[in-house]
């Protein structure tokens, strides 16, 4: 099937917020998200970028039976690694079912590879649940490393309450 892959535009953002939403469906979780499109247009359209994003895109005639064009998305940032300096950071890869097995992810995963290793970064990092086989064993086939299982890292967040409480313990300048 033809599709093209291509820097996503601000006109793409409910494209995206659509396919986040689906993506969170797929992972069962839903209930978290709480980003409208707006805040992609203002986030990952602005002076200094929180973002970058791209997106895959089929001719009319191929379009989804629900009528869309823009089937697939890659949603990454830069990061930095103290042992290997710059790095890209894939937040979220995505096809939607109908269009998946047709080398659509597989075109995405290797751009963002190709946009990071044209700002040199030394490292592609991402995350994904323990239960996503079919994802585990795509970026295993890809040649990824799992560092859960070489390197034991766990993945950590702050939120809610107790980001506010442990920034409102921020020594006072
Ligand atoms: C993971 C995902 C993006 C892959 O996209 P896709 O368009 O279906 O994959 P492709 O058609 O590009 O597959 C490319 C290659 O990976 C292989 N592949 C695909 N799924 C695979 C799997 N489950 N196991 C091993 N190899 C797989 C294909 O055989 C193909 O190999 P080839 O290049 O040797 O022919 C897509 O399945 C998806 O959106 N899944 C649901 C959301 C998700 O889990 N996202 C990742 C969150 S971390």
Same mark, same amino acid.
């Given at each position: 099937?033809?599709?093209?892959?291509?820097?996503?535009?601000?006109?793409?953002?409910?494209?995206?917020?659509?396919?986040?939403?689906?993506?969170?469906?797929?992972?069962?979780?839903?209930?978290?998200?709480?980003?409208?499109?707006?805040?992609?247009?203002?986030?990952?359209?602005?002076?200094?970028?929180?973002?970058?994003?791209?997106?895959?895109? $089929?001719?009319?005639?191929? /379009?989804? *039976?629900?009528?869309?064009?823009?089937?697939?998305?890659? !949603?990454?940032?830069? #990061?930095? &690694?103290?042992?290997?300096?710059?790095?890209?950071?894939?937040?979220?890869?995505?096809?939607?079912?109908?269009?998946?097995?047709?080398?659509?992810?597989?075109?995405?995963?290797?751009? $963002?590879?190709?946009?990071? /290793?044209? *700002?040199?970064?030394?490292?592609?990092?991402?995350?994904? !649940?323990?239960?996503? #086989?079919? &994802?585990?064993?795509?970026?295993?086939?890809?040649?990824?490393?799992?560092?859960?299982?070489?390197?034991?890292?766990?993945?950590?967040?702050?939120?809610?309450?107790?980001?506010?409480?442990?920034?409102?313990?921020?020594?006072?300048?």
């Amino acid at each position: 099937m033809d599709f093209r892959v291509r820097a996503s535009t601000k006109e793409d953002c409910r494209d995206i917020s659509r396919m986040i939403m689906e993506l969170a469906v797929y992972e069962n979780m839903p209930d978290q998200v709480k980003i409208s499109h707006e805040e992609l247009e203002r986030d990952g359209f602005c002076q200094n970028p929180f973002f970058e994003c791209l997106v895959a895109e $089929v001719p009319e005639e191929h /379009k989804s *039976k629900d009528g869309h064009t823009v089937v697939g998305y890659a !949603l990454y940032f830069y #990061t930095y &690694s103290t042992w290997r300096g710059r790095c890209i950071y894939l937040e979220d890869l995505y096809v939607m079912q109908e269009f998946r097995g047709k080398g659509i992810g597989k075109s995405l995963l290797s751009k $963002v590879a190709a946009v990071g /290793k044209e *700002k040199q970064c030394a490292r592609l990092n991402l995350s994904v !649940l323990d239960w996503n #086989t079919p &994802s585990r064993d795509f970026y295993a086939a890809k040649g990824a490393q799992d560092l859960t299982d070489s390197e034991g890292w766990h993945f950590i967040r702050f939120d809610g309450k107790n980001l506010d409480s442990l920034a409102n313990e921020a020594p006072k300048d």
